[in-house]
């Protein structure tokens, strides 16, 4: 499977609706992955730059096992089918 924008906006979603399940605010998660807020915001945007033509967002495999930890599922869970 080849990452599209698709893909990135569902993870940002996934991401968003389990960091407000989890009661985590951006800032708390972000920490706790050991990340930006800035780049838990891009995350959940499905962007990989703070431009709003940029590319994707595209996490790198720890950063998708930091969050998957901190918000208590499998890394599959994160991601799209």
Request: a positive charge.
């Amino acid at each position: 499977m080849v990452w599209r924008e698709a893909h990135a906006q569902v993870f940002g979603e996934t991401v968003r609706r389990l960091r407000r399940e989890a009661k985590l605010t951006q800032e708390a998660l972000a920490h706790t992955v050991g990340i930006s807020k800035n780049h838990i915001q891009l995350i959940e945007a499905g962007r990989g730059a703070s431009r709003a033509d940029g590319p994707s967002s595209n996490p790198r495999m720890t950063t998708v096992y930091g969050l998957a930890d901190a918000l208590n599922v499998r890394p599959a869970d994160l991601l799209p089918e």
